[in-house]
């Protein structure tokens, strides 16, 4: 079952290189008012083919909404947007196994039936679906006092130089084509052309905060806050890690280090620090919510590897074809605000 969510359920449909990719959202309240240029924009940072880091592969990313909005408002009814695929050259793929991709495991779960064309259900441009739906989502969180923004917190082992903090430095980073603060860019720019030029890629980690959470939201063990987030985000097909505030640096600290101290502000419990993440026994706790990401290189890269030929079931050394990303991260920042925007809307509307 490919579907996700509570109260506001989504299913992703299509393949890489077939006629198009979608999504289909269920549960958002009718009368929600949803600014088609503001998804356009949300689009266009995820698209590739804009810059000298990212795939040559040029899409529109234009989505036709087939259902459930009817003079720019929500309907109720469940919402179908479509996004036409235009720049595929599927003769690049065949039956060599790609190291690092889903080619192996597709094969394996669906003995060689699965359109695996450009990755097909298992590609990266299936999270465009997934930034549509999260601008959505993020337009009716806005109207509820909370905003969601992620930057590049590193590329390569490229360590972003600034100390990014507070939702203004958030706001303005979002605005920027390259996601990380004017003086980390050039280094990671860098970092990302070198390993395209040596026919490799490299990965990032991607720190994502949502502003102006309330408190409360969240259950306890098996339906805690952060089991909700992390299931989606693993969705992202690029994703191998993800931790909640100081995360694994936690496990460093001690504990006089890891506790965030608490004091009353204006009759509101507020802690000074927020090592934790926003989240506590798995709810949340009215401090920004915030998760880092892991995201591997890019599996495709023009350097010989050890593989197999599915098709005659000989080893052989290949290099991947295809037009690919040198690092995923930059287009992969809107993805992971969609990822939390849907998760807290999902959580905010079921009051879990």
């Known amino acids: ?55 040559p592969r040029r899409e529109a990313d234009e989505v036709e909404i087939l259902s459930g909005l009817l003079e720019g408002k929500t309907t109720g009814s469940p919402i179908c947007g479509v996004i036409r695929n235009g720049d595929a050259r599927s003769g690049d793929y065949g039956s060599a196994l790609r190291p690092g991709h889903a080619d192996w495991t597709a094969l394996l779960k669906y003995g060689g039936h699965a359109d695996m064309r450009g990755g ?66 050039p280094a990671m720019r860098e970092a990302i052309l070198a390993a395209g030029r040596d026919g490799d890629s490299i990965g990032g980690v991607i720190e ?13 063990s098996l339906g805690s806050m952060e089991s909700e ?35 009353i502000d204006g009759g509101v419990i507020k802690s000074r620090t927020n090592r934790n993440g926003g989240v506590l026994g798995g709810i949340t706790n009215g401090m920004p919510l915030a ?29 991947a074809k295809g037009r690919h990303d040198p690092c995923i991260a930059p287009r992969a920042v809107p993805v992971i605000e969609a990822c939390l925007a849907l998760c807290a809307l999902d959580c905010m509307l079921g009051k879990c």
């Open 1 to 55: 079952m490919n579907v996700w969510g509570n109260k506001l359920k989504l299913s992703i449909f299509g393949e890489s290189h077939g006629a198009g990719v979608g999504i289909v959202v269920d549960g958002l309240p009718a009368g929600e008012p949803i600014d088609a240029e503001l998804t356009a924009a949300e689009m266009l940072r995820r698209a590739p083919g804009r810059n000298d880091v990212s795939t």
């Open 120 to 185: 097909g259900h298992f590609s990266g441009r299936l999270t465009a679906p997934l930034v549509f739906a999260g601008s959505m989502a993020k337009q009716v969180l806005s109207r509820r006092g909370v905003e969601v923004y992620a930057r590049i917190a590193s590329v390569g082992g490229v360590e972003d130089a600034e100390n990014v903090n507070g939702i203004e430095a958030y706001r303005a980073i979002s605005r920027r084509d390259f996601p990380s603060p004017p003086r980390s860019e």
């Open 291 to 319: 998760v880092r990401v892991a995201i591997k290189p890019t599996p495709s890269i023009a350097r010989e590897q050890e593989s197999v030929d599915a098709a005659t079931m000989r080893e052989i050394t290949a290099a």
């Open 208 to 220: 994502a905060v949502a502003f102006g959470l309330p408190g409360g939201l969240g259950e306890p």
């Open 229 to 263: 987030i992390a299931s989606l985000l693993f969705s992202v097909p690029a994703v191998k890690g993800v931790e909640f505030g100081g995360g694994f640096r936690l496990s460093a600290m001690r504990g006089s280090e890891a506790n965030d101290p608490l004091y």
